[in-house]
């Protein structure tokens, strides 16, 4: 490795305590332990009799043990070896060994190979968890299961009541991958709907002409949605580019130089030279601060790369951080949704210690809307500067295909507010790809998604489930009126005087598995990758455990927080939460850039899709269900 880097890594370990933090090996936590808890019917088998700091066992031995311990639930799973890069491994299990580690209470392959591999070994049953534990439905058990063990502020995780595997992160079992059962099992509150039979004013016209009023957005109908989860929006997005005809526009605030986007940079710069008009908004002040080297070659290209600037516009009513995602292809198909352009995102399963994320797929009228948006950012930005004559040209023509493309829409009754009534009284339309698309920032209402967002909690009437990768609350009333105006203030005050009136509202955040992110996902993957490496192999996974301990101790306090209002669960999912959704009342569905912190409400440009459509809310509600079975829930010291 380079000795300058060697050398600015270590001056790392000193300043993060990392040395001290943990001296016999990666990930190890200090006070975590196995909790002596006695059970009636608890095996004398022990995997580690001595206590043994460290021990190396075999898989044989580990299916005794689980077989043989008081975990029932626990049971012998499918044996799918991959390497890091998804290729199948021709191992014979019984050669390998796995390592066990005392201190922390983790079981860990001495191989590098795809986090999954070691995940799939054994299964969750969770009828099993359930009478173990006991509860009105699983996630009830599950809270019962982490009221037994200890918390550790200081190291933000649980103790442990017997040897996990390290890939289970903080589950006290295997991740489930699907759920078997009906969403009731799991959540007794998630019946199921009668979406014919449901009585809402999100059905009233004029409820959604006053959100078109404060917001500056209009509803459209019969639109064509797919949800897109993790690496599954890159595949998409590479796909679509592939394919593309005319145009291809992007706005995203990081573009990492990494593996995936260099594959992504090369079919842009292909689809340019073959004549497809190609424009890429970046953020500038973090890109040139930290993924410079990843803009370079689209300096040479015919791709229009524009840097929007306005993080550094000194006018308060301008300051904006550009947190928009958008992708817009030949005018028609278009993609909305949180994620990034870096390996954290691109790669991710959300198993393999990567990001958990979302997008959102749509064709259809919002499509327009989301073009002519972008239309007025390549506007805000200037890009007449950064455009040839053809590609001024055809941002011209692109214009007038959308003022005639809105004509079409509106006498197609695919949009205008003189058809809400009679689409939202339908049963058959109301819940049929009703969207409307809400952009803010300093080109249009710096608030729209934030007023947008709060006017439907205030029409929340059971539930609002949310996934935010940032959380920020105002815990000690102490306003900071220079830096905010205000928004997420008023967001969160509606969402606790929903709970208060008795609305189920469910939050998924950070906690140490998630810890900082993209930076600890690197490093962390890094060691994987340069597994002989020494240096790397030792020192990347204490500097990411550090930052991860660090991050979790910032977010405990609101987890904290929230946990105790009435009527408001807070769980921590086991890998980076970076995913931006709300579900209303289980049919309102919003995929986007939007957290729930101050930036993005009363700061950041902003692009979200809030959507009633049945079939998008049954699968967005499926995989929040399943998302808060892979999560620890928080629990306050009365609960423990």
């Not at 393999?352 to 805000?380: C, F, K, M, P, R």
């Not at 539930?463 to 990768?469: A, N, R, V």
């Not at 890094?526 to 930052?547: C, E, G, M, S, V």
């Amino acid at each position: 490795m380079n000795r300058k880097l060697q050398l600015i890594l270590s001056i790392l370990l000193i300043l993060h305590g990392t040395i001290n933090y943990s001296q016999k090996g990666d990930f190890e936590y200090n006070d975590v332990k196995l909790e002596n808890i006695n059970y009636s019917t608890r095996s004398s088998f022990s995997l580690n009799p001595n206590n043994i700091d460290f021990l190396e066992i075999d898989y044989k031995t580990l299916i005794r043990y689980y077989n043989n311990f008081d975990t029932n639930y626990i049971e012998n799973g499918e044996i799918s070896l991959t390497g890091l890069y998804n290729k199948s491994l021709n191992i014979d299990i019984n050669s390998l060994t796995f390592k066990l580690k005392a201190k922390d209470s983790t079981i860990k392959l001495n191989l590098p190979l795809c986090p999954e591999s070691t995940q799939k070994l054994f299964v969750l049953n969770e009828r099993k968890y359930l009478n173990k534990f006991g509860g009105i439905d699983f996630l009830d058990a599950k809270i019962n299961s982490y009221k037994r063990l200890k918390f550790s502020e200081i190291n933000q995780c649980y103790s442990k009541e017997y040897y996990q595997f390290w890939d289970w992160k903080s589950l006290n079992h295997p991740p489930v991958r699907d759920l078997k059962y009906s969403l009731e099992f799991y959540d007794k509150k998630r019946t199921k709907i009668d979406y014919d039979t449901i009585n809402s004013p999100f059905f009233n016209a004029d409820f959604h002409k006053l959100v078109d009023n404060n917001s500056n957005s209009y509803l459209t109908f019969e639109n064509k949605l797919e949800l897109l989860k993790n690496g599954n929006s890159y595949q998409k997005k590479l796909e679509l580019i592939k394919n593309a005809k005319s145009s291809i526009l992007i706005s995203v605030m990081s573009y990492y130089k990494d593996s995936s986007s260099l594959k992504m940079t090369h079919e842009l710069i292909k689809k340019a030279n073959e004549g497809v008009n190609v424009y890429l908004i970046v953020e500038e002040v973090w890109t040139k601060l930290w993924m410079k080297k990843g803009m370079k070659p689209f300096n040479k290209s015919k791709v229009v790369l524009i840097y929007a600037d306005d993080l550094i516009n000194i006018e308060k009513h301008q300051t904006a951080l550009f947190h928009n995602k958008i992708w817009i292809f030949d005018e028609r198909t278009a993609i909305i949704g949180g994620q990034n352009i870096i390996d954290s995102d691109n790669i991710s399963s959300g198993y393999n210690h990567q990001s958990h994320d979302t997008d959102l797929l749509i064709e259809g009228a919002a499509v327009t809307d989301i073009a002519n948006s972008y239309i007025g950012l390549l506007e805000h930005y200037g890009f007449e500067k950064k455009s040839d004559a053809q590609q001024i040209e055809f941002i011209k023509t692109f214009q007038n295909q959308i003022s005639k493309r809105y004509n079409s829409e509106s006498k197609n009754m695919l949009r205008g507010q003189d058809i809400y009534k009679e689409k939202l009284e339908n049963k058959n339309t109301r819940l049929n790809g009703v969207c409307r698309f809400v952009i803010q920032g300093p080109q249009t209402d710096r608030f729209a998604v934030s007023k947008a967002y709060t006017s439907y909690f205030k029409q929340a009437q059971n539930s609002i489930d949310i996934t935010s990768g940032k959380i920020k609350i105002d815990i000690e009333n102490e306003r900071e009126i220079n830096r905010y105006e205000g928004w997420s203030e008023r967001m969160w005050n509606q969402i606790f005087s929903s709970a208060e009136n008795g609305v189920n509202v469910n939050i998924i955040y950070n906690g140490i598995d998630g810890g900082s992110g993209e930076l600890s996902n690197h490093l962390k993957r890094k060691a994987l990758t340069n597994y002989n490496n020494k240096f790397i192999k030792k020192y990347y996974p204490r500097i990411a455990q550090n930052l991860d301990v660090k991050a979790a101790n910032r977010n405990y306090p609101v987890l904290n927080y929230l946990q105790k209002k009435e009527n408001i669960n807070t769980w921590m999912y086991f890998q980076y939460m970076h995913s931006k959704t709300f579900m209303i009342d289980r049919f309102v569905v919003s995929v986007g850039s939007f957290n729930l912190d101050n930036w993005s409400a009363d700061k950041s440009q902003e692009a979200v899709l809030i959507c009633q459509d049945k079939d998008l809310a049954k699968e967005l509600e499926y995989y929040f269900t399943l998302d808060r079975v892979n999560s620890t829930p928080m629990l306050t010291k009365n609960d423990q």
